[in-house]
């Protein structure tokens, strides 16, 4: 996702919140080496949400459906957008309550070719 505009950042997000109905966003997270993404920046300040980085080690700790290889030479990690949507919920839990996925990662290419791709979480009981 290096270098993709706010508009695509806001598309991919949209379409992950879509089958979800009423849902309170609590955060933005990804991987500590994105920290100097100016469109998460930019997103998370339009909509006052905190925005968390994780180290590549703390996210590959993370079980995850559908690992990627790929990710795994790349960033050492096999999960980025799931792992950091799960470990962003753990934060905010309260114990007994485990966060699970509630939108698998998708793949979402925005009007600037660039391709994001984003992950939901959250605590059933909640929504």
Same mark, same amino acid.
Request: glycine share 6%; aromatic share 4%.
């Given at each position: 996702? %290096?270098? #993709?505009?706010?508009?695509?950042? &806001?598309? #991919?997000?949209?379409?992950?919140?879509?089958? =979800?109905?009423?849902?309170?966003?609590?955060?933005?997270? $990804? !991987? &500590?080496?994105?920290?100097?993404?100016?469109? =998460?920046?930019?997103?998370?300040?339009?909509?006052?949400?905190?925005?968390?980085?994780? $180290? @590549?080690? &703390?996210? #590959?700790?993370?079980?995850?459906?559908?690992?990627?290889?790929? =990710?795994?030479? $790349?960033? &050492?990690?096999? $999960?980025?957008?799931? @792992?950091?949507? !799960?470990?962003?919920?753990?934060?905010?839990?309260?114990?007994?309550?485990?966060?699970?996925?509630?939108?698998?990662?998708? @793949?979402?290419?925005?009007?600037?070719?660039?391709?994001?791709?984003?992950?939901? #979480?959250?605590? %059933?009981?909640?929504?």
């Amino acid at each position: 996702m %290096r270098g #993709a505009a706010l508009a695509t950042l &806001e598309a #991919a997000v949209d379409a992950a919140l879509r089958g =979800l109905g009423p849902a309170t966003v609590i955060a933005l997270a $990804s !991987l &500590e080496r994105k920290r100097d993404e100016p469109a =998460l920046w930019q997103l998370a300040r339009s909509h006052g949400w905190p925005l968390w980085f994780f $180290s @590549a080690d &703390e996210l #590959a700790v993370v079980p995850v459906a559908r690992p990627s290889p790929s =990710l795994v030479r $790349s960033v &050492e990690t096999a $999960s980025v957008a799931e @792992a950091a949507a !799960l470990l962003a919920v753990n934060r905010n839990r309260t114990p007994g309550e485990p966060p699970q996925l509630l939108v698998e990662k998708q @793949a979402h290419q925005g009007a600037d070719g660039k391709w994001v791709t984003v992950a939901v #979480a959250g605590i %059933r009981s909640r929504l």
